[in-house]
């Protein structure tokens, strides 16, 4: 696409422009609208910042007319209907209006939203990115569609909560470029932080559901899933893979090493494979720059009959796919050798795995969409923590031991779960 | 502008829901995945007999024992569970010929033309069964077939296969040769269909069981295979030993 | 009274090999593609999963991935003076289902008929004279040449990632591969599998007598693999449980690893599973299709309307729907008059087994592939001279064990009981140090008595005629049984074996004994519309908007597995269309 190149050179300029913005408060006029260049802008960063992914329902939903029900530690809310339908859309919102929703997390009429709208992230956006959006979002098909998105229990219905909740965890403002770092680096800083919004997912969260930012994106969970530590950590993150690696994930949904599989391969189909190659190394490079919390501390070593047991399924099970060396097969079957969900201290994902099995992303590059079996009908709950433990305490994983009552826990939620 | 929508996780096929839409649903965008997925194997449950009563089963555990005796090496096809085995078999889809093609007429064949009865094999074992008995106690003064010495077991079952002895009214040497079948498949198969109990058949040729990944030993030639037996549903080395 | 739907451009009929290369070629051309498979959607983590594949009672001998006999099935006889009786349950044969249709459970053998096989009649009757063949045999020449098709077996194996050694790389011969095939233009895209003790052992022994033996081409992947769709396949693990089992591990050739992942995404694409189609419609003229009318699952009948109309069914199953749609004349085997029905073949299969000394050979037959084992082709097709044997044809001779799993594998020497304490002890003694899967694969040539025709008294569900076969083997077939098989036997004594028990194939053909799927014939390719059914596109003579893909198209069969050829025939009827019918509807061939 033609446009790319130039709106890549934009978006270079554009993480410098409104840090100048920023200090030339005269600067006020907005782009135009309807102009082509603003509204490929404006879907790339729609793109980058997935707004399709929530705001749409999953079966055969009409783009972006909400309805989805997302699932928070406090009840489910569903999305609203953001096409340019004027009575249920936001057709009628005035920019001002639109602007204060993604960047500060205002309603039309000021009131609080939930930071289940990642405003927290978005806020990182200039008004500039988020008016372009809007120009994207103003071509959509108008759907007519009435959303009632209040669905949270009390005492969470109550807005007003959000007040406390604001100023804990919120730290309104525009990206800012760190001087002493590459080009490249801030523009990968810029798409994680902001658009990309992966800590909405990647960080642990506090028990108000706000970011533990002294483990910025070193693992979070949510829906019955941990997603695993993203920062450079040699023992549990992205250190020992390339940049290289980390951008054809992003791409594709696989790499040598693993494949995108649960709430990633959604995010991998719907935003990061449309985002253009440079970018995607973006990110990877300041992922791979980030610090991680967790390697400070030392593994449990796991006992020996734990271990024998683990390694006769691993065997008689796994080998078959994942190889004996954990090794697996490049762009097929992950390499547990290496594998950040089977070197997580968090169980959840691994677990899920095993018991439900799963199917990985398919994208243009890579169709093929391997699945896993699911093990839960033949493994008992001390099997399957013992093979889990196997793997991640072999070849180089030093992850904590899995428990039999985790996986009994586990079992219990995932019954009710849907996916 | 509409997007086409694609579907990748927890939705099944994507139906299309237009007026003149058939039924029969329609796959289209994505390979359809479901959690737990597939039709896993359900363990047969050790305990009475299902199908067979308890003189039908003692006589099945009789047969059992002579087509496949104990020895000092291997148990016999009784403690082996094949008569469990045939049982549960009996009690299902095998057992009444579902999915075979059972409409009339039924008409006598020649031997290549294979069965053309409209008897499952639970109804030909109970008739088996009862012909059976029926023979023991009129040739050996109300005995029972379980209750005949081994030589004569094996005689009359001898006698049966080659069609020197007939039984009335079943037809001895197809009933026979069906016995013969099902014990032996009960003494191999995997034991969560309750022969070849804690793999006994397996261990005594050395069969590996189900096992998938052999790329470290294809090239190992004329070396005995080293490793216990797995079933489906695991063996005792996947349990921590406390 | 059947409700219509939304007009395509292209129905196929049957999502198995056949459908899936020519739905994946038609929707490149930007066609409007639906298929309608009788059978489910089938697919690898939910319903070939690694955990639970590994049971031989069900899928082996329960057959549950196959089609039930109460779905549909055939009425059978040796001879016409004999009533046809209907095949209760499977034995001789077992008829695929579902999507991915025989190339789930296949052992992806995957071979190229030789050149002479192509032009069958014309070679035997110009080397041996008109008077060497049977009055009543039947073969005939294709239609179409071993060159015509190379670039599509390339295709083919390139799409699968054949594991094999060439043998004729463009006419040089080449050491360790197979010297009498025909040529070929480039190498296997991956090198042959490893060999287990007693492939090796087998492969040995011939060399030592003379013979030329060559890894048999695999279809089961040596190595890591992607194929030119972009498809990634696995290594495969030597499980054994291959043929009538679906593939656990991804590393297996079929639909589902080669194709369907990409077929799937194409917006252009879509499949109906667990419909079966019921008829071929045609217009008041009865030369050109209209489309399609099946019955869904709940008993509803659907018309689906198309310009261009694919059977691609099991062969067996296109002839009958050729037969039930009244489309071609039906064969009289008396008046020797119509084609639809002719030249039913199937394949002549013979063995022999080899007892070792235990103490000295053990050959862990569990540990082997489907695809596996050393062959020699010394003596297939016409590659030695018939003049002094009196018989045609032959097969190529291998030890390519598959697999040991214990119900079907307990081989005991002759004369051991059926049952009892020796027949315990003589499978423990032996399971470990005998080959069971010495094969002879023999070719079955046509004739005007085995045929298919539509059964008068037997119906099936919706009350139409089941398919009748009337099949039994020539003194040809049984004689080159019985040469082939002491040939074999020879091998297998040089390996070593104390013992060796030939079983050559012996007459009447049984439809209770298992003998490959390999069906063929019934709606044959050639160049003369008397005695074939669809011209050398696999296009129909009478109704030019249809095509006939399958094993229905030979003639007669050779000596070897079918679904190379089969797969090369679609993706040249494939090209055919793209390149000439698309352009210009109608037929192809004038003849």
């Known amino acids: ?419 | 502008m509409t997007l086409r929508r694609r579907e990748f996780l927890a939705g099944s096929a994507l139906l299309l829901l237009s007026a003149s839409s058939s039924r029969a649903a329609l796959l289209s965008g994505q390979l359809p995945w479901l959690p737990d997925a597939g039709s896993s194997p359900v363990p047969v449950r050790p305990g009475p007999w299902v199908y067979f009563t308890s003189d039908e089963g003692r006589a099945v555990e009789a047969l059992a024992d002579r087509i496949i005796p104990p020895d000092s090496k291997t148990p016999g096809g009784k403690d082996a569970g094949c008569a469990v085995y045939v049982d549960r078999q009996l009690a299902g889809p095998y057992g009444h010929n579902e999915g075979h093609f059972v409409q009339p007429p039924f008409m006598h064949g020649t031997k290549q033309q294979g069965a053309q009865s409209a008897k499952g094999p639970a109804q030909d074992y109970r008739d088996g069964l009862a012909a059976l008995d029926k023979y023991c106690q009129a040739k050996y003064s109300g005995k029972r077939f379980p209750d005949l010495s081994d030589a004569d077991k094996d005689a009359l079952l001898k006698g049966i296969e080659s069609g020197s002895i007939k039984l009335d009214p079943a037809d001895g040497e197809s009933f026979f040769k069906q016995v013969l079948k099902d014990i032996q498949a009960g003494f191999f198969a995997d034991p969560l269909y309750g022969g070849n109990r804690d793999m006994v058949a397996w261990k005594m040729i050395g069969y590996p069981g189900a096992r998938y990944n052999y790329l470290d030993w294809i090239e190992r030639h004329n070396e005995r295979y080293p490793l216990p037996p797995v079933g489906i549903t695991g063996s005792a080395a996947w349990s921590p030993k406390t | ?591």
Not at chain 3, 206 to 216: D, I, T, V
Not at chain 3, 231 to 248: A, D, H, I, S
Not at chain 3, 262 to 284: C, G, Q, Y
Request: include cysteine.
């Open chain 1, 1 to 419: 696409m033609r446009s790319i190149a130039k709106s890549t050179v934009g978006m270079m300029l554009g993480a410098v422009v409104p840090w100048l913005a920023a200090t030339a408060p005269g600067f006020s006029s907005s782009p135009d609208g309807q102009a082509f260049e603003q509204i490929q802008k404006g879907h790339y960063l729609a793109n980058a910042a997935d707004c399709f992914a929530c705001h749409t329902q999953r079966e055969g939903g009409k783009p972006f007319a909400g309805g989805r029900p997302i699932e928070t530690p406090f009840g489910t809310i569903t999305s609203p209907n953001i096409t340019p339908d004027n009575e249920t859309g936001i057709g009628a919102w005035t920019d001002n209006q639109f602007v204060r929703a993604v960047r500060e997390g205002r309603g039309r009429d000021g009131s609080r939203l939930y930071p289940a709208m990642p405003y927290t992230s978005y806020t990182k956006m200039s008004r500039d990115d988020v008016l372009a959006i809007r120009a994207y979002l103003k071509t959509i098909q108008p759907v007519h569609r009435a959303v009632q998105s209040n669905t949270l229990p009390f005492p969470f219905n109550i807005r007003a909560v959000m007040r406390v909740w604001d100023a804990l965890y919120f730290t309104p403002g525009e990206f800012k470029p760190d001087p002493k770092k590459s080009a490249v680096w801030n523009r990968g800083a810029f798409l994680v932080e902001g658009p990309g919004h992966c800590s909405a997912c990647h960080t642990p969260k506090s028990f108000l559901g706000g970011d533990d930012t002294d483990a910025w994106l070193g693992g979070g969970k949510l829906q019955g899933w941990f997603a695993p530590d993203i920062t450079g950590g040699m023992r549990q993150g992205l250190g020992s893979w390339t940049v290289s690696d980390i951008a054809t994930y992003l791409k594709t949904g696989h790499n040598g090493i693993t494949a995108a599989t649960g709430p990633m391969a959604e995010e991998v189909l719907d935003s990061t494979s449309k985002l253009n190659d440079s970018d995607r190394m973006a990110m990877a490079t300041y992922l791979r720059s980030l610090p991680s919390h967790s390697d400070q501390s030392a593994p449990k070593p796991a006992e020996q009959p734990v271990m024998v047991a683990g390694q006769a399924i691993y065997r008689d099970e796994c080998s078959a796919c994942h190889g004996l060396e954990g090794k697996g097969t490049p762009q097929l079957f992950p390499a547990l050798a290496h594998s950040s969900i089977a070197r997580a201290d968090d169980p959840s994902t691994a677990i899920r795995l095993v018991l439900r099995g799963v199917r990985s992303v398919a994208t243009k590059d890579e169709p093929t969409a391997p699945g896993m079996p699911s093990f839960g009908w033949q493994l008992n709950d001390a099997q399957v923590a013992a093979v889990l433990t196997y793997i991640g305490n072999t070849w180089n994983n030093a992850a904590a031991p899995v428990t039999a009552d985790q996986v009994k826990q586990a079992r219990k939620l995932l019954s009710l779960r849907n996916e």
């Open chain 3, 1 to 591: 009274m059947s409700r219509k739907l939304p007009k395509k451009d292209v129905v196929i009929i049957g999502l198995g090999w056949t459908g899936s290369i020519i739905a994946n070629e038609l929707t490149d051309e930007s066609l409007d593609v639906i298929a309608i498979e009788r059978g489910p959607w089938r697919d690898t983590p939910t319903d070939f999963p690694v955990n639970y594949m590994q049971d031989e009672l069900r899928y082996h001998i329960r057959h549950e991935l196959f089609l039930r006999p109460d779905q549909t099935t055939f009425t059978f006889r040796n001879k016409m003076s004999q009533t046809a009786l209907p095949i209760r349950t499977w034995g001789a044969f077992m008829p695929p289902n579902g999507v991915g249709g025989g190339g789930v459970h296949w052992n992806a053998e995957t071979w190229r008929f030789l050149p002479s096989d192509f032009v069958l009649k014309t070679h035997l009757t110009e080397r041996y004279g008109a008077a060497f063949l049977p009055d009543d045999m039947t073969i005939q020449d294709w239609g179409v040449t071993y060159n015509d098709l190379e670039p599509h077996y390339d295709q083919f194996e390139y799409l699968c990632g054949t594991s094999g050694t060439a043998g004729n790389l463009n006419g040089q011969i080449q050491p360790g591969g197979n010297p009498f095939e025909g040529p070929r233009s480039r190498p296997y895209p991956n090198p042959a599998q490893k060999q287990g003790f007693g492939h090796t052992l087998y492969g040995k022994a011939a060399q030592e007598l003379g013979y030329k033996p060559f890894p048999q081409p695999s279809g089961n992947m040596s190595q890591a693999y992607t194929n030119p769709l972009g498809l990634r396949m696995g290594q495969c693990t030597y499980c054994g449980f291959c043929e009538w089992f679906g593939c656990g591990n991804y590393s297996k050739a079929s639909p589902q690893t080669t194709i369907l992942p990409v077929l799937i995404r194409k917006p252009n694409f879509s499949v109906r599973d667990n419909a079966e189609v019921t008829r071929i419609n045609l217009d008041r003229s009865g030369k050109r299709a209209t489309g399609v009318t099946f019955v869904d699952t709940s008993g509803e009948e659907w018309e689906q309307p198309a310009d261009l109309v694919i059977l691609a069914a099991f062969s067996i199953f296109n002839v009958q729907l050729l037969m039930l749609s009244k489309i071609g004349q039906p064969y009289d085997p008396i008046a020797n008059t119509g084609v639809i029905g002719r030249n039913f073949t199937h394949q002549t299969m013979s063995s022999v087994d080899g007892f070792f000394d235990k103490s000295k050979f053990n050959f862990n037959p569990f540990i082997a592939s489907g695809a596996i084992g050393m062959v020699i082709d010394e003596f297939n097709g016409d590659n030695f001279d018939h003049s002094p044997l009196g018989f045609v044809g032959g097969g190529y001779l291998a030890y390519g064990q598959t697999n040991g799993r214990p119900i079907t594998t307990t081989p005991t020497p002759p004369d051991t009981p059926k049952w009892g304490a020796q027949w315990k002890q003589a499978v423990r003694d032996n399971y470990l140090s005998t080959i069971s899967g010495a094969d002879v694969h023999g070719s079955m040539y046509s004739y005007r008595d085995v045929y298919l025709d539509l059964d008068p008294i037997y119906k099936d569900r919706f009350g139409r005629p089941l398919m009748r076969m009337t099949i039994d083997f020539h003194d040809n077939e049984l004689k080159a049984a019985a040469y082939l098989t002491d040939k074999l036997d020879g091998i297998v004594k040089a390996m070593g074996a104390n013992q060796t028990h030939k079983k050559p194939r012996k007459g009447p053909y049984d439809i209770t004994t298992y003998q490959t799927t390999h069906l063929n014939g019934g709606a044959v390719m050639g160049a003369d519309p008397k005695t074939s059914a669809i011209n050398r596109y696999l296009q129909s003579w009478d109704v030019p908007n249809l095509f006939v893909m399958g094993a229905s198209a030979f003639p007669q069969n050779a000596g070897y597995n079918p679904t190379g050829t089969v797969a090369a025939l679609a993706f040249w009827s494939a090209a055919a269309i793209r390149e000439q019918y698309l352009k210009n509807p109608g037929p192809l061939v004038h003849a």
